[in-house]
C-alpha cells in the first residue's frame, strides 16, 4: 500500500455491525456473566471511573473520525496512522483497568480469602485479550 493508493472499498455497515456484534455481543454476555459469578462485586470509585469512561468517550470520537476519513478517501497511511493512534490509547485504557483491577480487585480477593477464583478470571481474561 503505497500513499497514491486510496480506501474505495468499505465493508457493508450491515455486515460491519453484525461483525462487531458477534463479537461484543458475545464478550458482553459472558462478562456479565462472569460478573454474576465474580468472586467479588467490582467495586470501584467514581474517580476511576470516570476517568476510564471519559478516555473511553474520547477513543470513541477518535474512531468516528477514522471513519469519516475511510468515507472521504482519506489517504492509507493517514488512516493507518491514525488507527495506530487509537491502538494506543485502547492499550493505555487496558493498562490502567489491569492496574485497577490488580490494586483493588485482586488485592481484596485475598483479604477475603478467595484470590485462587480472582487469579484464575485474571487468566482467562488476559488469555482473551493477548494474541
Avoid at 117 to 126: G, M, P, R, T
Wanted: net charge negative; with cysteine.
Amino acid at each position: 500500500m503505497n500513499g497514491t493508493n486510496q480506501l474505495k472499498k468499505q465493508a457493508s455497515p450491515q455486515s460491519e455491525e453484525n461483525e462487531l456484534n458477534d463479537g461484543i455481543i458475545n464478550d458482553h454476555a459472558d462478562h456479565t456473566h462472569q460478573n454474576h459469578n465474580s468472586a467479588h462485586g467490582h467495586i470501584h470509585s467514581e474517580e476511576s471511573l470516570r476517568r476510564i469512561v471519559n478516555r473511553l468517550s474520547r477513543i470513541e470520537g477518535h474512531v468516528r473520525g477514522i471513519k469519516t476519513m475511510v468515507q472521504q478517501n482519506s489517504p492509507c497511511p493517514d488512516v493507518l496512522l491514525q488507527i495506530a493512534a487509537v491502538r494506543g490509547a485502547l492499550d493505555r485504557v487496558a493498562r490502567i483497568v489491569l492496574d485497577e483491577h490488580l490494586t483493588e480487585c485482586i488485592a481484596r480477593a485475598s483479604k477475603e480469602g478467595n484470590i485462587e477464583a480472582e487469579i484464575e478470571q485474571l487468566k482467562a481474561a488476559l488469555d482473551r485479550f493477548l494474541p
